[in-house]
């Protein structure tokens, strides 16, 4: 998954890279919080190794998480149009991003859901690291568009 994270952020434009890496890990953040929000955990919580993975996390939250790369996508759509020097993906490409980032999240919630009764703290990252390349893979297919 690595390499094919390298070879989706060697593909692209400077510009695009630097945005796509500031908005994938933001965004793939917020999938992991949303997923710990809304499904129940998985393990038993009184032998989790990181207790405060093991709570659902509050509604405020999830909230906060999902408002900050809804905030850095609106600054690099309002920055593309104040500078021609430094190309910064379309708004096309962050909204193919963003649809990118929650249906990877929803594939992994519905899977985590039906296996596992709900989320542990590796389905979690696992769905940060899908979810991330969901947004590279989005951004690099909206290269030229």
Request: charged content about 10%; overall charge positive.
């Amino acid at each position: 998954m690595l390499g094919l994270k390298a070879l989706t952020l060697a593909s692209l434009p400077l510009g695009w890279v630097l945005a796509s890496l500031c908005v994938a890990h933001t965004l793939s953040r917020a999938v992991a919080v949303s997923l710990n929000c809304w499904l129940p955990y998985a393990g038993d919580p009184a032998h989790a190794k990181a207790k405060p993975l093991a709570q659902q996390v509050s509604v405020g939250s999830w909230a906060v998480a999902c408002a900050w790369p809804l905030a850095l996508i609106a600054m690099f759509a309002a920055a593309r149009h104040g500078s021609d020097s430094f190309v910064l993906p379309s708004p096309q490409a962050w909204a193919a991003a963003l649809v990118a980032a929650v249906v990877a999240g929803l594939a992994c919630a519905r899977w985590f859901h039906r296996r596992l009764g709900g989320v542990t703290g590796d389905t979690l990252g696992a769905s940060q690291q899908l979810s991330e390349l969901a947004v590279y893979l989005a951004v690099l297919a909206m290269l030229g568009r």
